[in-house]
Structure formats: C-alpha cells, structure tokens
C-alpha cells in the first residue's frame, strides 16, 4: 500500500483542463476558446518578429547564464516600471517604486500576496464576482483572507457598478481591493474613465489599498499608455498601490514566465525597504528569476526600433481580435431570430467574451458543437478564426435557446 494513499485526485484546471480535453477531440470542427492564447488566422500559435530579432542580438552577443540577483535583470526592472507608469511619472524620476522581477503575472500576485500575508496580518483582499480562477487559488495558498465584491450583472451582460462601490464601501478599513488594470477577466467589462475617478474617491475614503492586476497591457486597446491609464490615474492622486505585471500576452512570452511586482510608495525610503523585504520573500520560494525572457522585454522596450516594431505588432494582434468580435456580433445578429441584443459583445474588451451563457448551456457548446470554453460562459475571442465565427454564431444561438 502506498504512503501517499490519503492524497486524493486533484481536480482538472477550470482553465489549462479545457485544453487537455480539446487536444483528445478528434472532431475536425472543434475550436479551443478555453485557454487566453493568442492565434494567428489560421489559428496558430504566434512569435512575435520584435521577439525572435531580440533573441538574435542576444546570441550575438553571446551572453552568460549566470544568476540573475534576487530582485531580477536590473534593465528589465527599469524598462517595467517606465513602460507601466511612464518614464517621466514623478514615482519614478523619486524613486518611489520598488519592483521585483516575478515569474510572470502569477509568480508575482503570489509575491505580493505574501507581502500582505506577512505585514498586513488579518487584513483582507477583495476582488470582483466573477474574477480570474487563480486569484483565489493564489490568495488561499499565501494565506490571505479575501472576499468578493460585485462586478457582474447578467441582466445587462454589464457592470454592476452601484453594486461594486457599495461593496468597496463596506469592506473592513484598509483592505486590499484587487482590481484588474485593463480588460477584466473573464467579463471584458472595464469601468470607464468616470467610474475609475470613482473608484478611486471610495478607495481612499476607506483607507483601502489598490491591488492592481495588469496582465494585457497594450492588448487591450493596441495602445500601451490608454491599457496603463487606470492605474496612472490613481498614481496621479499620490496614493499607494500594488502593480503586478505580465508580459504573457503582449509580447506572446507565455512559457517564459516574465512579469513584476510594483509597489508605488509614498517615499523613497518607504520602497527602498519594501523592494528588501520582496527580495527576502522571494529567495526562500524561488532564490531569483529566470533571466531569458528578462533580456527579451529589456531588449525591446530599450531600443527605440524594436519598441515601435512591438507597438505595430500588438496593434495588429488587438486588431485581429476586434475584427472577430466585430464578426461574432454581425452574425450572431443577423443568424438569431429571437430579436435578442447582442451589443454587449461589442461593448467589450480585450481577448475574452463573457458570452452570458451558463454552465448547462456551455455543456452543450462542447458536447454537441466541439468548442471548448470555460464553464462560466467565457470565450477567448483569440482562439478565434474569421472563418470560424459564423460556426460559433451557430452553435452560441442553439445553446441559448
Ligand atoms: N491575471 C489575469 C487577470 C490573467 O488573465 C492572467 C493570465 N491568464 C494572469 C494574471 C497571469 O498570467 P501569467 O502568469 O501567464 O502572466
């Protein structure tokens, strides 16, 4: 008999279970919406050219592999922050930020998670219903404390936004309100610029701490500085926050796990002694970072010519995206006879689509059409195909109804 006989099987990922049980269909029609990967047209996995000429001039240069210190790549650190709150942001030019090179978006919500967990012992952190699967997952492993507050309202397919302030309002004095930066997930519902203001005006009423998420920077919109906007515009207000950072889908780095921590203080010192105790944090869970993807992001954010070459390739990426959702929306309003309103899709943003539908009706989306997609609804519009969306049009109208 084994010893590890009381372990019992883990359930599959709400999200990376979807592709295990795309790859096993053998249905010529299926479609993988489940994972946020982006496709080409032909549905593709894609490596962006700025990244590919990057990894060039690092091999001309024949650079080493030695450790990178705890805290990272030090021009990767440097090019994050800038790209984030803008080089010429008084936070930077006062040193008032500390970053740390995380393994990816994830690796560095988990720093930062640990960061509360250790000196703001009890307090809490709330994030929006629904939000993405691993926040919680990441929260309950660092030990911190959380709940929800309202985000999404199924009768609109929109925001609740009374419901979400109202929520902010009542939470504990001093609580972390995680929020996602740009293109929320799974929704693709963003509050406009006026209710970010508002946002912010209850944050700081209550002594709460922004938690920002900001995983699609430039993905969102195609622009780097408008996707950067939520979070420059709490900046601005000199309050203190947490920016965690990915380059997962902007510069299509999945596998390499690069991303960062921020976290905006009100001086120098403050964040000098903050960016010790991240690295202190940071050394027993994983001693330092991978330094591949470090040299990819330094190397293309650094050099004027390959930064514009990344800005175009993300428009075009973003474009591509835009254009299906376009198609999602014409044909789901030109094949459905029901007369119902299908706006919502257009009105959002990002890679994903809350599609309204729920778990019985997403059921049916795999069973009988072969497309896989999360159970809460949610497709990623990057899986998506022009030539497919009329497919998908077919398949939305028949499982609704
Ligand atoms: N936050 C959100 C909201 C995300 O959607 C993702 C990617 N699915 C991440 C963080 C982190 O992804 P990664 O660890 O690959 O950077």
Same mark, same amino acid.
């Given at each position: 008999?084994?010893?590890?006989?009381?372990?019992?099987?883990?359930?599959?990922?709400?999200?990376?279970?979807?592709?295990?049980?795309?790859?096993?269909?053998?249905?010529?029609?299926?479609?993988?919406?489940?994972?946020?990967?982006?496709?080409?047209?032909?549905?593709?996995?894609?490596?962006?050219?700025?990244?590919?000429?990057?990894?060039?001039?690092?091999?001309?240069?024949?650079?080493?592999?030695?450790?990178?210190?705890?805290?990272?790549?030090?021009?990767?650190?440097?090019?994050?922050?800038?790209?984030?709150?803008?080089?010429?942001?008084?936070?930077?030019?006062?040193?008032?930020?500390?970053?740390?090179?995380?393994?990816?978006?994830?690796?560095?919500?988990?720093?930062?998670?640990?960061?509360?967990?250790?000196?703001?012992?009890?307090?809490?952190?709330?994030?929006?219903?629904?939000?993405?699967?691993?926040?919680?997952?990441?929260?309950?492993?660092?030990?911190?404390?959380?709940?929800?507050?309202?985000?999404?309202?199924?009768?609109?397919?929109?925001?609740?936004?009374?419901?979400?302030?109202?929520?902010?309002?009542?939470?504990?004095?001093?609580?972390?309100?995680?929020?996602?930066?740009?293109?929320?997930?799974?929704?693709?519902?963003?509050?406009?610029?006026?209710?970010?203001?508002?946002?912010?005006?209850?944050?700081?009423?209550?002594?709460?701490?922004?938690?920002?998420?900001?995983?699609?920077?430039?993905?969102?919109?195609?622009?780097?500085?408008?996707?950067?906007?939520?979070?420059?515009?709490?900046?601005?207000?000199?309050?203190?926050?947490?920016?965690?950072?990915?380059?997962?889908?902007?510069?299509?780095?999945?596998?390499?796990?690069?991303?960062?921590?921020?976290?905006?203080?009100?001086?120098?010192?403050?964040?000098?002694?903050?960016?010790?105790?991240?690295?202190?944090?940071?050394?027993?869970?994983?001693?330092?970072?991978?330094?591949?993807?470090?040299?990819?992001?330094?190397?293309?954010?650094?050099?004027?010519?390959?930064?514009?070459?990344?800005?175009?390739?993300?428009?075009?990426?973003?474009?591509?995206? %835009?254009?299906? +959702?376009?198609? /999602?929306?014409?044909?789901? !309003? #030109? &094949?459905?006879?029901?007369?119902? $309103?299908?706006?919502?899709?257009?009105?959002?943003?990002?890679?994903?689509?809350?599609?309204?539908?729920?778990?019985?009706?997403?059921?049916?989306?795999?069973?009988?059409?072969?497309?896989?997609?999360? %159970?809460?609804? +949610?497709?990623? /519009?990057?899986?998506?195909? !022009? #030539? &497919?969306?009329?497919?998908?049009? $077919?398949?939305?109208?028949?499982?609704?109804?």
């Amino acid at each position: 008999v084994s010893r590890f006989e009381g372990i019992t099987m883990a359930p599959p990922d709400p999200i990376l279970g979807v592709s295990e049980a795309f790859k096993a269909d053998t249905n010529e029609m299926k479609l993988n919406l489940g994972v946020g990967a982006y496709r080409t047209e032909e549905l593709q996995p894609y490596v962006l050219n700025v990244v590919k000429k990057a990894e060039n001039l690092m091999l001309e240069r024949g650079e080493n592999k030695e450790y990178l210190p705890i805290e990272g790549l030090a021009a990767f650190n440097i090019v994050t922050a800038e790209l984030l709150f803008g080089a010429a942001n008084s936070v930077i030019q006062q040193q008032r930020v500390a970053t740390v090179q995380g393994l990816s978006g994830t690796g560095s919500l988990r720093l930062a998670a640990a960061l509360i967990e250790r000196y703001f012992p009890g307090a809490k952190v709330i994030m929006s219903s629904p939000t993405w699967g691993n926040h919680k997952n990441i929260l309950n492993d660092a030990g911190v404390p959380w709940s929800e507050y309202r985000y999404y309202d199924p009768k609109t397919v929109g925001l609740d936004f009374d419901g979400m302030i109202s929520d902010i309002k009542a939470a504990p004095e001093g609580s972390f309100v995680l929020l996602h930066g740009c293109a929320h997930n799974p929704t693709g519902i963003d509050p406009t610029p006026e209710q970010w203001e508002k946002i912010a005006d209850v944050i700081q009423e209550k002594n709460h701490i922004p938690f920002f998420d900001v995983a699609y920077q430039g993905f969102a919109s195609g622009s780097l500085d408008a996707d950067a906007s939520s979070v420059r515009s709490f900046v601005a207000r000199g309050m203190e926050l947490l920016v965690a950072q990915s380059y997962s889908k902007n510069l299509g780095l999945y596998a390499e796990r690069i991303g960062a921590i921020n976290v905006v203080c009100s001086s120098a010192d403050a964040a000098e002694r903050v960016k010790s105790q991240l690295k202190r944090l940071a050394r027993p869970m994983y001693s330092n970072p991978p330094i591949h993807g470090a040299r990819i992001v330094a190397n293309v954010v650094g050099n004027p010519a390959l930064f514009s070459e990344w800005k175009a390739e993300m428009e075009l990426m973003a474009g591509r995206i %835009k254009n299906v +959702r376009q198609k /999602l929306y014409d044909s789901l !309003s #030109a &094949k459905d006879k029901s007369g119902k $309103d299908w706006s919502f899709i257009l009105k959002q943003i990002g890679m994903f689509s809350f599609t309204g539908l729920n778990k019985a009706q997403s059921d049916n989306m795999t069973n009988k059409w072969h497309v896989y997609m999360t %159970k809460d609804g +949610r497709v990623s /519009l990057a899986g998506l195909s !022009s #030539a &497919k969306c009329e497919y998908l049009a $077919d398949a939305i109208i028949d499982s609704y109804h």
